[in-house]
Nanobody, 125 residues
């Protein structure tokens, strides 16, 4: 099993930068993708950025050129960091990390999704 844990959320002024990190530790066959989502109260959760095991990235249009996702593996821990630059008030929300991993089971390899609890990002104008 994995339990992603997010860190780095804070209150900052518009135009500043912030770095979020999601760490997932365990013993899967592979961690295939790590994705950052954000949710603003009253809105649906939206994809912000994702990164695959081979380093392929995807960004929402609203953050392209400002946010950058990276991945690092150390031992049995995989971390996905989200560098957020030129923050805007509309970037405010709870940022959560989803980790997609493959585990060996008695039935063979199976894929699972694991969610962290989220971290609050607040950008003041």
């Amino acid at each position: 099993q994995l339990q992603p844990a997010e860190s780095g959320g804070d209150l900052v002024q518009a135009g500043k930068s912030m770095r979020l990190t999601c760490r997932a530790s365990g013993d899967p066959v592979s961690i295939n993708r790590m994705t950052w989502y954000r949710q603003i109260p009253g809105n649906e959760r939206e994809l912000v950025a994702s990164i695959t095991a081979d380093g392929s990235t995807e960004y929402s249009d609203s953050v392209k050129g400002r946010f950058f996702i990276s991945r690092n593996e150390t031992g049995n821990t995989v971390a996905a960091s989200l560098q957020m630059n030129d923050l805007k008030p509309e970037d405010t929300g709870v940022y959560s990390c989803k980790t997609e991993a493959t585990f060996k089971t008695p039935n063979g390899d199976e894929d699972y999704d694991f969610w962290g609890r989220g971290t609050q990002v607040t950008v003041s104008s």
